[in-house]
Every structure is written in structure tokens, then in C-alpha cells.
């Protein structure tokens, strides 16, 4: 079964300290990590620009291995607090940086660099490979060794190559109609205003081979809302409640996916 989520740019809106932005995207984050959410889209809903910006570049950042971000990200003020952040500690982060420990088929992040017109990748372990595939200098890429240590020998593969979960990707988009229409798949609408979420129709998305998109309203307005009358133009959606009955009078962004998540991942393995 293959998750992808769709959160607003307006995801942070609740927060008004920069740090406790960076905070919330952080949990985010390990959310999705910990669920093996596939893509995590984020659509513009109204004029928060810069907490959009914010939001994608940190979920890029804690995406990346540790040992590349310094080359990847320059030194920025959307990053001013990363150090708050915890660690994803996905497996494409935990990778020894001892050259000798290095088997044929294992699998790396690495960047791709030029040294007197040959070109490498660095994968982080203070030596580097040569390297003859087609992502550009500069740009981040996925390898496998074809040959250990010594003599290392690497190609490039695709991230969905990887027999363990590699980490999401962040894709933008203009508006959630948009991402709604184009989507090819299973749709969950969550929402306050949807039949209660069961293990029977809950079942359909976790016993299909389709991809499905979990989709979250924002701290202001729900999905009904921000879709307004576009929303009975939705095709192959259903809007369910994973917070039945709740006491509180809003379920946060980040309660709201690991909650919705946890559920649907329990059903899955059941």
C-alpha cells in the first residue's frame, strides 16, 4: 500500500514564533517517516507564502542525509532553528561511514561533484567513487554498489528500486482541486463532517494495489471548505472522520496525521 499525504501551506498559521514552526514541521516529518508516506504534497490555500516556503524547505532538510546538507542547503534563515529538529533516522540516513564496511548491493544517498573533469559521488564515507551516470554535478542521487571495498563500483538507481523505505518525497502544487484532479488513485478526505472512520471502509485502501492520498484541511478551514462548491467534482473520495466524538475543539495538523495515520497503518497489518 502505497500513502501519500496532502497538507496546506497554511499548516504552520497556528504558530507565530519561527522556532515553534520549525518545531511542528518536525513532527510532521517523523510522522510521515514513520508511516512510509510516499509523497507529501503541499497545496496553497490563501496567502502564507512564507510559511510555505518554510514548511517545504525543512521537510527537504530533514528529509537529506545529514553528511549532504551542508553541500545541498547554504546557510538560510528559514533554517535558523534547525536545531531543534529531530532526527527521521530513516535508512537512508543510517549508513556507516567506514569505507570497509561497504558490501556489493548496498544502497546510498550521495552528490554528484567534478574533480578535474571526472566526476565522483560523495556518499559519505571520505572517499570518493567514480562515477558514470546521468544526474548533473551538484545534484543529489541514489547509487548501489555493484563492488564492494576495496575497489568500489556503483550505478545510478531510481528510489523506488530500494527494497526499504527511502524517505518521502515534497512536490507543491497550486491549489488542492488541482492535486485532487490530476491524482491518480485512492482519495481519504478527512474531515469532521465524514461517516466515521471502521475497519470496513477503511479496508478497501489498505487491501488495494492503487496509491492513495490522505488529504488534511488547515488549522482555519477544513477540506469542504477550502474546496468550496468544487467539492462535489471530487471523483473516487471518501471523506471520513478518524476523530469521532472528540473532546477538544480542534484536532491540530500534527495530531490529526498521526492519529489518521496510526489507524489506517494498525488496519493494514491486522
Known amino acids: 500500500m502505497k500513502l501519500s499525504v496532502a497538507i496546506p501551506e497554511s499548516a504552520l498559521s497556528d504558530d507565530s514564533l519561527k522556532i515553534d514552526k520549525t518545531r511542528k514541521i518536525s513532527v510532521l516529518a517523523r510522522a510521515c517517516s514513520i508511516f512510509r508516506i510516499d509523497t507529501i ?14 514548511l517545504v524547505m525543512i521537510l527537504k532538510y530533514l528529509e537529506t542525509p545529514q553528511f549532504l546538507r551542508r553541500r545541498l542547503f547554504p546557510k538560510m534563515n528559514d533554517l535558523k532553528f534547525a536545531g531543534v529538529l529531530q532526527p527521521l533516522k530513516i535508512p537512508s540516513h543510517i549508513t556507516p561511514a567506514n569505507a570497509k564496511k561497504i558490501n556489493r548491493g548496498d544502497v546510498r544517498e550521495g552528490i554528484v561533484i567534478s574533480i578535474k573533469g571526472k566526476r ?5 564515507i571520505n572517499q570518493l567513487v567514480p562515477f558514470f551516470g546521468k544526474t548533473s554535478i551538484g545534484k543529489r542521487v541514489t547509487i548501489q ?5 576495496p575497489k568500489f563500483s556503483v550505478k545510478e538507481i531510481d528510489k523506488s528500486e530500494v527494497p526499504v523505505y527511502w ?5 507543491e502544487r497550486a491549489n488542492l482541486f488541482s492535486l485532487l484532479q490530476e491524482w491518480n488513485g485512492n482519495i481519504i478526505i478527512t474531515s469532521r463532517k465524514g461517516k466515521n472512520a471502521t475497519r470496513e471502509n477503511i479496508s478497501k485502501y489498505t487491501n488495494s494495489d492503487q496509491p492513495t492520498l490522505i488529504v ?3 488549522p482555519e478551514k477544513g477540506v469542504h471548505e477550502i474546496l468550496g462548491g468544487k467539492m462535489k467534482n471530487v471523483q473516487n473520495a471518501k471523506i471520513l472522520n478518524f476523530f469521532p466524538d472528540q473532546a477538544t475543539q480542534t484536532v491540530r495538523l500534527e495530531e490529526a496525521l498521526l492519529g489518521t495515520l496510526a489507524i489506517i ?3 493494514r497489518i491486522s
Open 41 to 54: 504534497y503541499v497545496y496553497q490555500d490563501g496567502n502564507n507564502k512564507q510559511d510555505g516556503s518554510l
Open 120 to 124: 565522483f559521488v560523495d556518499v559519505g
Open 145 to 149: 554498489f555493484k563492488e564492494g571495498y
Open 167 to 171: 524517505g518521502y518525497s515534497i512536490k
Open 216 to 218: 488534511f484541511g488547515s
Open 265 to 267: 497503518n494498525a488496519q
